[in-house]
């Protein structure tokens, strides 16, 4: 959305400077229109006939030109993909759209001013268009020395290091002012200066064509002073735009070798274990093993004497977090990997391997120290390097030594070694038939981890980037190009009748070409000079931002983009001059016309050569054979579960997220049920499923097809009759994440249902990722870009469709059905409902939604955040941080803060001032090895994805930790089902009122 806009305003820009420039040419034309008697109106009509004539037609020609060429753009993103299918053209009705519309309102602007030409001007300034003069320009030390100042100051900040978001934004604010300020005052005032010192050098100025060149170009450049330095700085963000997504995509495969430097890597197991590994890796006959390596690794704990080297975290996620690998295994292994060896002097001394996605440097280690714990008797080592290359893939905590033969041989006497098997094979990056054999029989213990899992997660959104970014930043140096274009085609316009006067005292074509060509030089070389200084200096304050390219050589990707950029502009500019020759001499330069094809062709070959090139790995037809299924967990409770769904509509309410429509939800109720009767419910709805599967699974690297989502094992019948016992049972609402589907929180709800209690999911529609409608409908999310707007909008949506639930709810209770199309609901089901116990939770934004909905609706009795902020952007907090609740509340949270204090109320300043100004029963408790999914049915399943298709280890840590599945599957269930039961049932919980948790991975805060 934000490229469109960007797009439509520099076409915006392309198309009022061409229509500047046709209108200043034909001026005399419409004079002369004018001196023959023809009304104002007359004329007027027939230059905004003739514009709007000419832009249908160049539209429609675009419009063509576009389709054709949508295979070319489709060729280099699927090169980029490394996907080898066939593409056609293709013709997209709604972009046809949107392009039509849009440039048919620039059309009538344009030619709305094309009518406004001859009512502007009097009759004689239009036969004096041409004759306009301007005055010589001012030049002063003081704005010229304050261009230099400006950009001193601004390249200053850009190239200071920052640490926090305050130093973030001051660097950002002041690059920004004294890069924009400076190459303004240096177009305005510093490059007039030095040209007129040019001129004060009589011998320079008055050889040969240099006193019309230079003279002609003190006289433009103050008019041209604003058109080069937005031209400048145009430029600059063009070739970051490109050099970014460039980057990150030559940056990826670097970054995907260092995290796998192995095709396949495991710890050594049995020897029938290990067996059947070599032979599923030897079977491959399409990728023969180039070289196979057994690494003895010494596991240790210890402490450093940096926290940032050796956290708590690190210590608290496994018991013996440091990897300690000797010299001589280390430079056996680098050898084979061909990476450069290390080197150390000392038996007391270690070289850290640097961890993965971290931006570490050298000066963070120096000085420091890490002490080994052994049995007999502690190590302590000096840290004498650093190195970024890894010879064991990556597995969190990520924490390895190099340590001297010596020491390796001390250290292996007291704690023995485990063996790292690594396979180096032949086109690692097509892999993938192998890696998922392997993921079929791989353990816990194993540790297995494949270069393709780790290569394939994330070459998908880098070749996008590259693509988007590309795209945008070559739109960009085409607008810049076309600017300087019309605006050099402009003044020679103008200055045609100075040089007929030239051609008359004897000055040759042969010296005007070569003015032309000078002249121009220096307007197109001065903005790119200026633009490619500004361009270094972003591009470094992007690259430490992000800190994803620490420590990888992009000269490369940068010398390619700046070249693509060099030619586009050499393009440009022999078009540019070869254009102002023929229109001045009559005639073009044979020189200038040969150099101006020579460029054209060099791009024309370079865009054939990257289309036409093997691409560097190929994707597998999309699958098609027989579906992994998986299953959830059965629920622990007595009671069978049932489950309905309902289709809401608010008739009330428009929707907030799309226009001319009514509010409409989606909504399950799971209940206690009488019986299993019946068909199983459905995990998503078979339409959502199909797009659900298309879009985010291969976000986590499973292909589309794989997984049959739909008929996840769901332990509930659907449309049971509803078991409704005395008095019904108490209701809880639930709130997914942000675009994440009610589905994904189903073990918890099941759960629930089954220990006595009516659990109604919510799709928060156009937030979720996909809602599936009755009759198949889908509506897939739709919400503007991330900002404290949309969050605080977010909120105030999912409240309002809280309490239009619980109003739906209650008119069930009271006998009606709420359907939108009033389908036959299950027997019993109003029976079930006791609305005078009512309680809430939810994950991530699910979970501020929680919060914030008991703070306004006193309906709702005790609620659960788990794991979601109250806060926004970054500590704005929400009204019920800011006054807290008066009703039980339970804080879950997961994972650790990026300083490895434990993720609580204690460290999140929302979650603090919410604690200290609640007055009721409050507890906090946190899964430390765990992670923000954690509290959803990821933390089941992703684990089950990775034991039958190749995951990379990133995907399944980042999301769900490295707790074991089974454990904090456990205590979710019993701390939630324990708080409803008190806080609901009014049954005591001493899990609740105990300060340490039975659970050896949860931990309870005060």
């Known amino acids: 959305m934000v490229g469109s806009i960007i797009l439509v305003l520099f076409v915006s820009v392309f198309m009022m400077y061409s229509g500047q420039f046709f209108t200043h040419k034909r001026k005399k034309e419409v004079g002369l229109y004018a001196l023959l008697g023809f009304p104002k109106k007359t004329i007027g009509r027939m230059l905004f ?91 002063s030390i003081v704005p010229a020395a304050a261009a230099v100042a400006l950009l001193i100051v601004g390249y200053g900040f850009g190239l ?114 290990d067996q059947k590994i070599e032979e599923i890796i030897r079977g491959d006959n399409a990728h023969p093993v180039k070289a196979k390596m057994s690494i003895p690794v010494i596991h240790l704990s210890g402490e450093a004497s940096s926290d940032e080297i050796l956290s708590d975290r690190e210590r608290k996620a496994a018991e013996h977090p440091v990897k300690v690998i000797s010299a001589s295994e280390y430079n056996r292994v680098a050898e084979a990997l061909s990476l450069d060896r290390l080197t150390l002097n000392e038996s007391d001394q270690v070289i850290a391997i640097r961890p993965m996605y971290t931006d570490y440097e050298w000066a963070d280690y120096a000085g420091e120290t890490i002490t080994l714990d052994l049995p007999n008797g502690n190590v302590n080592l000096a840290f004498a390097g650093m190195t970024i290359e890894r010879v064991l893939n990556w597995h969190y905590p990520d924490i390895m030594v190099v340590v001297a033969d010596d020491t390796f041989r001390m250290l292996e006497a007291q704690v023995p070694t485990e063996q790292y098997v690594g396979y180096i094979v032949q086109d690692q990056k097509n892999t993938k038939a192998t ?67 030239l051609k008359k005292i004897g000055v040759s074509h042969k010296e005007i070409a070569a003015t032309i060509l000078k002249q121009n030089a220096l307007i197109f070389l001065l903005p790119l000079l200026v633009g490619l200084g500004h361009y270094l200096i972003i591009f470094n304050w992007l690259r430490k931002l992000f800190g994803g390219m620490g420590g990888i050589n992009l000269l490369l990707p940068i010398l390619v983009c700046v070249g693509l950029f060099m030619v586009i502009y050499m393009t440009y500019y022999m078009i540019t001059v070869n254009s102002i020759i023929k229109f001045i001499n009559g005639e073009s330069a044979r020189k200038v016309r040969f150099a101006m094809f020579a460029s054209a062709a060099v791009m024309v070959a370079a865009v054939s050569l990257f289309i036409l090139a093997e691409p560097p790995v190929q994707y597998d037809e999309p699958h098609t054979g027989e579906r992994i299924h998986i299953t959830l967990p059965e629920p622990t409770g007595e009671m069978p579960v049932g489950v309905t769904e309902l289709h809401l509509t608010d008739i009330d309410r428009a929707d907030p997220w799309v226009k001319d429509r009514k509010r409409e939800l989606m909504i399950s109720i799971w209940y206690p049920a009488t019986r299993e009767v019946g068909q199983k419910a459905k995990y998503i ?30 332990h509930a019948s659907l449309n ?52 599936e409608f009755p009759e198949g409908r889908i509506e897939t999310e739709q919400l503007p870009d991330f900002g404290a707007d949309t969050v605080l909008k977010m909120m105030s949506v999912r409240v309002d469709d809280v309490r239009f639930v619980l109003d739906r709810l209650e008119a069930l209770k009271e006998g009606n059905n709420p359907d939108h199309a009033k389908r036959e609901l299950p027997e019993g089901l109003d029976l079930a409902l006791d609305l005078s116990r009512i309680g809430i939770f939810g994950h991530s ?79 906090d408790v946190a899964i430390p090895n765990g992670a923000h999914y954690t509290f ?7 684990p089950q994805i990775s034991s039958k298709l190749s995951l990379s280890p990133q995907v399944v840590q980042g999301s769900v930790g490295i707790v074991e599945p089974e454990q904090a599957l456990a205590a979710q269930r019993d701390y939630i089902t324990a708080f409803f039961d008190m806080h609901l049932k009014g049954v005591s919980q001493p899990l609740l009122e105990s300060s340490k948790s039975p659970y050896a991975n949860v931990e309870v805060l005060e």
């Not at 709604?94 to 030619?111: D, E």
């Not at 031209?231 to 260092?258: D, K, Q, W």
């Not at 959803?936 to 992703?942: P, V």
Request: hydrophobic share 45%; proline share 3%.
């Open 845 to 923: 934004a699910g979970g501020a939604t929680a919060a914030q909905a008991m703070y306004e609706d006193e309906r709702i009795g005790a609620g659960i955040d788990m794991d979601g902020s109250m806060g926004y952007l970054p500590n704005h907090l929400l009204p019920v941080a800011q006054h807290g609740l008066d009703r039980p509340f339970l804080l879950m949270n997961a994972g650790f803060t990026d300083e490895g204090e434990v993720d609580s109320h204690l460290t999140a300043e929302d979650r603090a001032s919410f604690w200290n100004e609640s007055s009721g029963w409050k507890l």
């Open 160 to 273: 200071r290091n920052f640490e926090n978001n305050e130093q973030i934004f001051t660097n950002l604010g002041v690059m920004t002012v004294g890069i924009i300020a400076g190459t303004f005052l240096l177009f305005s005032s510093l490059v007039i200066y030095l040209l007129k010192y040019a001129k004060r050098r009589k011998s320079h100025y008055y050889k040969g064509m240099n006193l019309i060149m230079i003279s002609n170009l003190v006289y433009r450049m103050k008019g041209n002073a604003r058109t080069l330095s937005v031209i400048s700085i145009l430029s600059a963000i063009a070739l970051c735009a490109f050099s970014f997504g460039f980057s990150t995509y030559y940056a990826y495969e670097h970054t995907a070798r260092v995290t796998a430097p192995f095709s396949y890597m495991h710890i050594a197991q049995d020897d029938e274990v």
């Open 720 to 771: 049971a009759p509803a078991e409704h016992g005395e008095k019904g049972w108490p209701v809880i609402i639930y709130s997914p994440g942000g675009s994440v589907p009610r589905s994904l929180g189903t073990i918890n709800v099941q759960e629930l249902a089954s220990n006595g209690y009516v659990v109604v999911t919510i799709d928060h529609t156009y937030e979720t990722t996909v809602v």
């Open 685 to 714: 709805p078979p339409n959502a499923a199909a797009f659900y599967d298309e879009t985010v699974m291969p976000t986590i690297g499973v292909e589309p097809g794989r997984i049959d989502l739909s008929n996840i094992g769901v």
């Open 435 to 501: 890696a998922d054999a392997l993921a079929a029989i791989q353990t816990s213990e194993m540790k297995l981890s494949t270069y393709y899992s780790v290569y394939r997660l994330g070459i998908e959104n880098a070749a996008f980037n590259v693509f988007i970014l590309g795209f945008l930043g070559v739109m960009f140096l085409l607008a810049t190009g076309s600017i300087l274009y019309f605006k050099q085609l402009t003044e020679a316009t103008n200055d045609r009748s100075r040089y007929e006067i």
């Open 936 to 942: 959803t049915d990821q933390q089941y399943l992703l």
């Open 49 to 139: 006939y003739e514009n709007m004539t000419i832009g249908a037609g160049v539209l429609v020609l675009g419009i063509v030109a576009g389709t054709l060429l949508s295979k070319l753009f489709a060729m280099i993103l699927m090169r980029l993909l490394g996907v080898a299918v066939d593409v056609g053209i293709t013709f997209s009705l709604p972009a046809v759209l949107t392009t039509v519309v849009i440039f048919l309102i620039l059309i009538t602007i344009t030619s709305i001013q094309a009518y406004r030409l001859v009512y502007r001007f009097k009759l004689i300034e239009l036969f004096r268009a041409e004759q306009e003069g301007e005055q010589e320009p001012r030049a």
